[in-house]
């Protein structure tokens, strides 16, 4: 072997090792599913050690029935059109406030007072005063589920834009580019990373909301059926709207995670 192709082949192994191992995504799978059947298995044992809550099979059940009824799929679809509308709403908004409040200082100084003022105020705060402003409709349901989004997101946006590094907007200024191509080319990409998490969060806070909203005179959802089945002491029922809002919650979760990885695969990450 020639000292060319050695050296060639030496380089080639040390950058296949240089490149960062993946876990493999079976035993990823695996793990989540061991977590799962451990909860399941923790929960049955509360349940039979004498504790107040049902057991799975029980749950299970109930479930069973709500589906066959037609009332789970229903609720479902009441409290998904909720939380959807509240947090698109509250990102198309959010996103270009949060532009606007990191590029343009004297925008930050006139809204970031008010945005930060509005955030310790809890959400559910403003239930009393929307329905008195907004009647009983569905209306005052999607405001609360919107501004429980809007701050998280907003506020996320913020710090990336403001936490873009001013090397690579120097440098771009350097080669010409003005403030549009910049914006386009530098700041919402640096800042896209900021803008997901934000989402996410946004997403977490929607859902959280959703039984508090759905305390306004709504007729469905799953927010209104754990509350009907507390004056009941209907625990199976309440276990399955958790359960329900969990993997609901969930699953719009990872399909943010997912649209966070493939638009941010520049990024280093562990």
């Not at 493999?24 to 799978?29: G, I, Q, T």
């Not at 930060?116 to 005063?129: E, K, N, S």
């Not at 997901?196 to 007729?219: C, H, K, N």
Request: hydrophobic letters at 55%; a positive charge.
């Amino acid at each position: 072997m020639s000292l060319v192709e050695a050296d060639t082949r030496a380089g080639a192994a040390v950058a296949a090792g240089a490149q960062p191992r993946r876990r493999p995504p079976v035993r990823k799978l695996i793990l989540n599913l061991i977590s799962v059947v451990i909860g399941i298995g923790l929960w049955w044992g509360f349940s039979l050690a004498g504790h107040d809550i049902p057991a799975p099979p029980a749950v299970l059940t109930r479930a069973g029935e709500l589906i066959a009824d037609g009332t789970l799929a229903a609720d479902v679809l009441a409290s998904l059109t909720r939380v959807l509308a509240g947090f698109l709403l509250g990102v198309a908004l959010a996103v270009p406030v949060g532009f606007l409040m990191g590029w343009y200082a004297p925008v930050r100084a006139l809204v970031e007072p008010w945005i930060q003022f509005f955030r310790t105020i809890p959400p559910l705060a403003i239930i009393p005063l929307a329905i008195v402003l907004m009647g009983i409709e569905e209306t005052p349901k999607i405001f609360v589920i919107f501004l429980a989004s809007f701050l998280s997101c907003v506020i996320a946006t913020l710090q990336g834009v403001v936490g873009v590094d001013r090397t690579l907007i120097n440098a771009a200024r350097v080669l010409g580019a003005n403030d549009r191509i910049i914006f386009g080319r530098v700041v919402i990409p640096a800042s896209s990373p900021f803008i997901l998490v934000g989402m996410r969060v946004g997403l977490g806070s929607s859902w959280a909301t959703l039984v508090a909203a759905e305390l306004i005179a709504a007729q469905q959802g799953l927010g209104y059926r754990m509350q009907s089945a507390q004056l009941y002491y209907d625990l199976p029922t309440i276990f399955v709207g958790l359960i329900t809002i969990g993997v609901l919650g969930l699953g719009m979760d990872r399909i943010l995670l997912l649209a966070e990885k493939r638009l941010t695969s520049w990024q280093e990450t562990r």
